[in-house]
């Protein structure tokens, strides 16, 4: 099965991009290249991100879009909104993509969190978005 332009087979895993900088930080909580990934396959979003977890299946994601640069403290680690308890999984502050959810998912801080949103700075965000089938335009 195959989605988007580029026609990459699914599923598809995608690797965080890490800034050299907040590496040992990062480290301390656990998240390393080897545990910080994003699948995309037929029916899941999953995301992996050092102890922590996300998954909810791919017709609950409505939008995906490519945001950054950040500032560092707003993404580095593991973010929670408090505007509007998004969450975001950063290991880099160049760029990331933005998925928005139909339903609010939980299981990355805890079950009695539902968040709306997920940030991800994976290395390769048009990528991402391709995989998951849901182009969102960018400024006109």
């Known amino acids: 099965m195959t989605y988007g332009d580029r026609a990459q ?37 999953t995301v992996g991100f050092g102890p922590w977890r996300l998954r909810t299946p791919r017709d609950n994601v409505v939008e995906a879009r490519r945001t950054g640069p950040y500032r560092w403290w707003r993404v580095i680690g593991l973010r929670l909104s ?22 609010p998912v939980s299981g990355v801080i ?17 990528a991402l978005i391709d995989a ?3 182009a969102t335009p960018g400024p006109a």
Do not use: K, N
């Open 9 to 45: 087979p699914l599923p598809r895993r995608f690797t965080f991009a890490f800034d050299r900088r907040f590496m040992p930080f990062l480290a301390l909580i656990g998240v390393l290249p080897q545990t910080a990934w994003v699948s995309v396959d037929a029916e899941y979003l």
């Open 82 to 103: 408090l505007v509007d308890r998004g969450i975001s999984l950063g290991t880099s502050t160049a760029a990331g993509v933005c998925v928005r959810f139909a339903t």
């Open 110 to 126: 805890g079950r009695w969190a539902h968040h709306p949103a997920l940030t991800v700075t994976v290395e390769d965000p048009d």
């Open 132 to 134: 998951l089938g849901i």
